[in-house]
């Protein structure tokens, strides 16, 4: 709690960085009426109203960006990552269904949504990232000046959307230009007619370049994403009136699941990108068998279970080192055991690792169960100083730690 930003949301940093595993588990220890449960669930509100309103998201072509430069959640830093956007995407899907929030399942949507447009690639599989530069300078294709924002917008109410958009003649961004943020949840048709009109003046000019290379870990997160999506449309009466366009959501699951089989799983070993002979690492295990696990809970097709189990063979295998009782990030045997619990750019391989084990025990309970539930106790065991010192950086460990308890219940 002590690293929290309680008026902006997200934690106290100089670069505000999305941290969707924070979120999911401070979304976790928000019921009841305690004190911390007060602050967190406050937290969170705050935190994914902020991000969704503010110009981290680009609010005329989709999608988050990689972070903000200051504590508003303004000022981007304009890469926009596979990673990034599936793992928000999701947290915005789960957090909106669980308050039935329709904000925050319209934001996340949306977000899968510019992962479809802007990032799938033709076999359904994802690119991995899209270029903060083009040949006009580093975020230029995203930002306005006031005289091009009033060239792409009808007359009679441009001074209304500037207004309500937040532009100024001095820039309310960088370079002295305007990105669109909000103070409160826009529902005037206004403004959807003016960030469309916006988009299109986008068109004139030169798109930043795209990164095509294929990443099983993040393509395993945003197979999760389209799930999320999936699940979302069944559940939320938002949908209703589009039912024919969350169907997509599913397929195109499953269009991905099988394309990053069939290149990057060759002879039941895992290759962390396509065009490399890099052996995977823990993390691409972990999120490609979530994805598995997650394709497996809504579409009921065994083989997704069978290859997830497969895969825990192999991370079990390959990637855990008994003596230690911990996960490598990097395959077994080598010289150095580089820690995979602590939260970094994504969350940790481990706690994903641990989490899938403790779904694949609920999916399938077998001869070893028992020794895989202890296994997973005894990883949690031996990070638990680690994780009571900087809860903030094992915040995925405390949510599988959390999820382990349930099971056990």
């Known amino acids: 709690m002590g690293r929290i930003d309680t008026k902006y ?24 009426q305690s004190p911390s449960a007060i602050v967190a669930k406050k937290f969170v509100t705050t935190t994914l109203d902020a991000m969704a309103l503010g110009q981290i998201c680009d609010q005329v072509g989709g999608g988050f960006f990689r972070y903000a430069t200051n504590a508003q959640w303004r000022r981007p830093h304009f890469e926009k990552m596979l990673s990034d956007n599936a793992l928000i995407a999701s947290i915005y899907l789960q957090v909106g269904a669980a308050q039935k929030n329709s904000f925050w399942l319209a934001t996340g949507r949306n977000t899968v949504d510019f992962m479809l447009a802007e990032l799938c690639l033709a076999d359904g599989t994802f690119a991995g990232s899209i270029d903060a530069d083009s040949t006009e300078g580093e975020g230029m294709f995203y930002i306005y000046s006031m005289a091009e924002a009033c060239a792409a ?11 309500f958009s937040n532009f100024t003649e001095s820039g309310n961004c960088v370079n002295g230009r305007n990105l669109p943020c909000f103070n409160a949840i826009p529902s005037e048709k206004i403004i959807v007619d003016g960030l469309s ?18 990443i099983a870990a993040w393509n395993g997160m945003a197979i999760s994403a389209l799930i999320e999506a999936h699940k979302a449309g069944l559940q939320s009466k938002q949908f209703e009136s589009e039912r024919n366009l969350h169907k997509r959501y599913l397929p195109a699951a499953k269009k991905a699941c099988h394309s990053l089989l069939r290149h990057l799983y060759v002879q039941h070993i895992l290759h962390h990108a396509d065009g490399s002979e890099d052996v995977a690492y823990l993390d691409d295990y972990a999120f490609v068998e979530k994805a598995l696990l997650d394709l497996y809970t809504v579409d009921h097709d065994l083989y997704w279970l069978k290859q997830a189990e497969q895969m825990n ?20 045997p080598h010289n150095k055991l580089l820690s995979a619990t602590t939260d970094g750019t994504v969350p940790s391989g481990a706690a994903t690792a641990i989490e899938n084990i403790v779904r694949l025990l609920k999916l399938r309970p077998g001869k070893d169960s028992k020794r895989h539930l202890l296994l997973a106790r005894s990883v949690l065991q031996s990070s638990s100083r680690a994780m009571q010192k900087e809860p903030q950086n094992h915040a995925s460990m405390l949510t599988t730690l959390e999820s382990l308890l349930q099971a056990e219940r």
């Open 9 to 32: 949301g997200g934690l106290k940093q100089s670069r505000k960085y999305p941290v969707p595993w924070v979120l999911d588990l401070l979304q976790r220890l928000s019921h009841g």
């Open 197 to 214: 009109a916006l988009k299109k003046f986008r068109t004139s000019r030169t798109r930043p370049k795209r990164n095509d290379r294929v």
């Open 313 to 332: 063979v192999i991370v079990l295998s390959e990637y855990f080192d008994p003596a230690t009782n911990s996960f490598s990030y990097t395959k077994l």
């Open 153 to 163: 917008l009808p007359v009679k109410w441009a001074d209304q959307f500037l207004y």
